[in-house]
């Protein structure tokens, strides 16, 4: 068992972190590039200090007061992002949508396989998998930033890249549950086959539908009960409740409890908890409720995931070229994409630019894989995960000026007229 967690000592370090994402992501926001990279170098910052000479940090990647309040950040951030999310748009997005979206996972994973693969001699195939599926997702939240800086969210590459970008993160989920699924069963000694795929496959898809479907019809019921109950301040401790349930519901069937905590906010519908609303002197739904305990925990997650980088590796043969054929095969990859844009007209190249950026998603895979093991060994070792995380602040940071060079700032995009003033 590890040591228990020192009080005061998370308590210092919670400070010092929350301090570094805040200044970390306001300098990124200054010059328009997402504050998530900031609190990610905050923290790359913060956990290479030692090399500089100065070990009074040298605890902070390892902390276990600090690990925990990480782990539970990234469960509110796909929480949120199931929340903005609605499923019946989801299937209503259009074929191109769709196409984009599966080209945009399946190229990605396999070039990256095919990387790790001729790059990472002596590894399982399990850990060059989930090598790929760490370049597989799309960053939604990144791709509508630069979308909306530009005006051009309702034009026809505006809408096919974020209908992709969200079918791409309900496929990464899917991707991730599987091969993390299959690293599990191999580290307890089950062999890798189709049939231990399959199963894992039909587990996360039916854990997802049945969550969706039973948990819209318990959330319903849920939140109309506690409508007709005395007092205030419901609304929040219910919603927290579903996502710690199913996030919990999740790992226990053998899934990411982040599976388990996107499917919670798909659940939850403003329908659900109108009646609990008005009740709010405020008036304030779920995603206004959760906004403090977010902007505290998730910078949080970022920090530490940052810390976890050494920046020592990229002094090893092979690292730095493991970091730039990843990059390369996720710029590749992501360009697949073009070929499932079905509209004329549409401008393919700018759908594909609009597609690479990773962000949190990459950065969620890549923390998981480091606490893998399979053989005794991380699925994601030191140089991996820094190569990784690397890859991930190049995609996004390269992705607002491609995308704002080949849809412009003039006219407007091929098929669209430009979004209505705020």
């Known amino acids: 068992m590890p040591p228990p967690a020192d009080p005061l000592a998370v308590l210092e370090a919670l400070a010092l972190v929350i301090v570094c994402a805040k200044l970390g992501g306001a300098l990124f926001e200054r010059f328009r590039q997402p504050p998530v990279l900031g609190e990610l170098l905050a923290g790359v910052v913060l956990g290479n200090l030692g090399r500089l000479g100065l070990h009074g940090l040298d605890g902070l990647a390892s902390s276990p007061g600090l690990d925990l309040l990480s782990q539970i950040g990234v469960v509110f951030l796909l929480f949120t992002v199931g929340l903005e999310l609605d499923v019946v748009r989801m299937l209503a997005v259009g074929a191109s949508s769709l196409a984009v979206a599966a080209l945009g996972v399946v190229a990605p994973m396999l070039l990256g396989t095919i990387a790790a693969r001729w790059l990472l001699p002596g590894h399982g195939a399990l850990v060059y998998w989930f090598v790929g599926a760490t370049l597989c997702a799309t960053s939604v939240g990144i791709s509508a930033r630069v979308l909306s800086d530009l005006k051009r969210t309702t034009s026809t590459e505006g809408r096919i890249i974020l209908g992709a970008a969200v079918i791409d993160d309900v496929l990464g989920l899917l991707v991730l549950a599987v091969v993390a699924g299959l690293i599990r069963a191999a580290g307890a000694g089950g062999a890798f086959g189709w049939t231990s795929a399959a199963v894992i496959v039909a587990k996360a898809l039916g854990f997802l539908a049945v969550a969706i479907v039973a948990g819209r019809w318990l959330s319903r019921r849920v939140f109309t009960l506690a409508a007709r109950m005395p007092g205030t301040g419901m609304l929040l401790p219910l919603a927290l409740a579903f996502c710690f349930g199913l996030a919990a519901l999740a790992g226990r069937a053998g899934l990411a409890p982040i599976v388990g905590a996107f499917a919670a906010g798909l659940v939850l519908d403003e329908v659900h908890y109108r009646d ?22 998730v910078p949080v997650f970022f920090v530490v995931l940052g810390t976890r980088v050494d920046a020592s590796v990229f002094a090893r043969p092979g690292v730095l070229g493991l970091t730039a054929a990843l990059t390369l095969a996720a710029v590749i990859g992501k360009q697949a994409c073009a070929l499932g844009v079905f509209e004329r007209g549409a401008d393919r190249l700018a759908v594909g630019l609009g597609m690479i950026p990773r962000g949190e998603v990459g950065l969620i895979f890549a923390g998981l894989g480091a606490t893998l093991t399979l053989g005794g060994e991380r699925v ?36 669209a007229t430009p979004d209505p003033p705020a």
């Open 276 to 297: 609990l609303r008005q009740r709010d002197e405020r008036r304030r739904d779920i995603r206004e409720l959760l906004e403090p305990i977010t902007s505290f925990l």
């Open 380 to 415: 994601v070792d030191d140089a991996v995960f820094s190569a990784v995380v690397a890859m991930v602040v190049v995609t996004t940071v390269m992705t607002p000026p491609l995308l704002a060079w080949r849809l412009g700032r003039g006219a407007p995009a091929r098929g």
